[in-house]
């Protein structure tokens, strides 16, 4: 028998409507079912278990969607960047919590978009939550105790979510009633969360070198010969930083760089290229690829600078380890620093063959310096073998170098 319950307050106005309807679980069983239609039922007497159906299927898409996406285009940054998606998706959370507040208010297709986008929101903060906590698991279990670290943690929320209830039925059920305190008790407790979330990610000292903190790292280690431990880089690093960006020791972004990158990127800033093909067209181009690829002959990868877009481009050959990558951002950052320092704008350094010969130059140095740097951070506390600077899935190069006459 089909049973249907409309629950209105003390004036009289509608808050939900319950509909059971009979239905069959997963073993075959017979039963009932109750549908709470929240979206579509509260303030509507007309709501019915096709509209709830339909509004939990476009949540549900919505959700799934949005989760396939996210984790095809940032899975590779979680980890390096897992304490800022870790407070990102505290954000998210508190947003969509914050929207499906506000659903009631509005009317029935403006809230249909305000409910999906909410549980699109729940959908990115599963996947950033869920791979950020890994990450920050295993840099906690000092000691292989993963299992138990996990297992801990677990206890932990249970505990906090067994108090909360607990001050919900002492505290919110007496006291608040009026929308305004509602509302004023949302917005303060979630400012709270953010803001001990904020703290804590704060707190956590990552032993790996991501783009911005090798930027900390190595700007102040040439600029004041000091070799910063992660602890005093946790206190100096932004939590939401713009991917890819270099600062010289916390300044403004002056330039970009991007690892990884593909091939024809870095044609493209050599010389005009075949739209379909990504080819060089002429062969002053083809040689300015030659001479670049002879000054890296020796290295894992190859790096330019495009000085009038200000964006450095690291190709990684074959096997580049993490220490070439590492070595390989601080090429770049050094190149972009000087050419940042000395005017980017002049029209002397800007050719071809004056800014291979700062390459040339700043690798030199590079190198000359590199093996004591590696000594030094692996001495303050930093995993050298761990790469942690590509945030984009890229790609490697195989050089033949017989093919360019090397």
């Known amino acids: 028998m089909d049973l249907r319950i409309e629950e209105r307050d003390e004036a009289g106005n509608l808050i939900a409507t319950y509909i059971g309807s009979p239905s069959t679980d997963e073993k075959g069983k017979r039963g009932s079912r109750?549908?709470?239609?929240?979206?579509?039922?509260?303030?509507?007497?007309?709501?019915?278990?096709?509209?709830?159906?339909?509004?939990?299927?476009?949540?549900?898409?919505t959700g799934r969607i949005a989760t396939i996406i996210f984790a095809d285009r940032v899975g590779i940054a979680l980890e390096p960047e897992c304490k800022m998606y870790r407070l990102a998706a505290d954000v998210f959370n508190d947003a969509a919590m914050i929207l499906d507040c506000l659903s009631p208010a509005l009317p029935r297709g403006p809230r249909v978009l305000l409910l999906s986008s909410s549980s699109m929101l729940r959908a990115l903060c599963g996947v950033a939550a869920g791979s950020s906590k890994a990450s920050l698991s295993a840099h906690f279990a000092k000691w292989g105790n993963l299992a138990e670290l996990n297992a801990k943690d677990s206890s932990q929320e249970t505990v906090i979510s067994l108090m909360g209830m607990l001050v919900y039925h002492r505290v919110v059920v007496s006291y608040v009633s009026s929308p305004m305190t509602t509302w004023t008790c949302l917005i303060l407790l979630l400012s709270i969360h953010l803001a001990m979330n904020r703290a804590a990610v704060r707190a956590v000292s990552m032993h790996s070198l991501n783009r911005q903190r090798a930027n900390l790292v190595f700007s102040t280690y040439l600029g004041l010969g000091k070799m910063l431990d992660p602890k005093e880089v946790s206190l100096q690093e932004r939590i939401f930083e713009w991917d890819g960006v270099l600062r010289w020791r916390g300044s403004s972004p002056f330039a970009a760089a991007k690892i990884g990158h593909h091939l024809r990127a870095l044609l493209a800033s050599l010389g005009p290229v075949q739209s379909r093909t990504g080819g060089i067209r002429d062969a002053e181009a083809t040689s300015r690829l030659t001479k670049l690829i002879h000054v890296y002959q020796q290295e894992d990868f190859l790096v330019w600078y495009d000085t009038p877009q200000r964006l450095g481009h690291i190709i990684l050959k074959e096997g580049a380890a993490a220490r070439s990558q590492l070595k390989a951002w601080a090429l770049i950052l050094c190149i972009a620093h000087?050419?940042?320092?000395?005017?980017?704008?002049?029209?002397?350094?800007?050719?071809?063959?004056?800014?291979?010969?700062?390459?040339?130059?700043?690798?030199?140095?590079?190198?000359?310096w590199w093996a004591g740097c590696v000594e030094q951070l692996q001495s303050a506390g930093w995993e050298v073998d761990t790469a942690s600077l590509e945030t984009r899935s890229g790609s490697r190069i195989h050089l033949d170098a017989t093919d360019m006459g090397h």
Do not use: K, W
Request: overall charge negative; charged content about 15%.
């Open 338 to 368: 000087r050419r940042h320092a000395a005017g980017e704008g002049d029209a002397t350094s800007a050719g071809f063959e004056p800014n291979l010969a700062l390459h040339r130059t700043t690798l030199q140095q590079v190198s000359s």
């Open 34 to 61: 109750i549908d709470v239609i929240i979206g579509f039922g509260v303030g509507d007497a007309s709501a019915n278990p096709t509209t709830a159906l339909l509004l939990s299927i476009i949540q549900e898409s």
